[in-house]
């Protein structure tokens, strides 16, 4: 098993909702910045959404004002809400976790999930 461990993709019809989740260790949580990338058949990846240790959000244009990423600190888990989905969203999802440039860089840079699949389809 990995660092980083995802769950809650399925099958769901366009205007349906998922949420995903991603769980790390304590110390990865605590200092790292979490993320959620997705790859669809034959497309590049790209990030879905991001958030830091200090709460500060980033989104897709593709995504923003559908999805909403967040943290919960007493689980050690980063969430992604995905709201209002459309078949163009299907594709992988990975969670991350990246390296601040603040911390030691000794330490690993970043940590990949293994994927969750997301099919919006009907």
């Known amino acids: 098993q990995g660092q980083l461990a995802e769950s809650g993709g399925d099958v769901v019809q366009p205007g349906g909702s998922l949420r995903l989740s991603c769980t790390t260790s304590?110390?990865?949580?605590?200092?790292?910045?979490m993320g959620w990338y997705r790859q669809a058949p034959g497309k590049q990846r790209e990030l879905v959404a991001s958030?830091?240790?200090?709460?500060?959000?980033n989104y897709a244009d593709s995504v923003r004002g559908r999805f909403t990423i967040s943290r919960d600190n007493a689980k050690n888990t980063v969430y992604l809400q995905m709201n209002s989905l459309k078949p163009e969203d299907t594709a992988v999802y990975y969670c991350?976790?990246?390296?601040?440039?603040?911390?030691?860089?000794?330490?690993?840079?970043?940590?990949w999930g293994q994927g969750t699949q997301v099919t919006v389809s009907s």
């Open positions: 991350n976790a990246d390296r601040p440039r603040a911390v030691n860089p000794g330490l690993p840079p970043n940590y």
């Open positions: 304590r110390i990865i949580f605590s200092i790292y910045n």
């Open positions: 958030i830091t240790v200090t709460g500060n959000t």
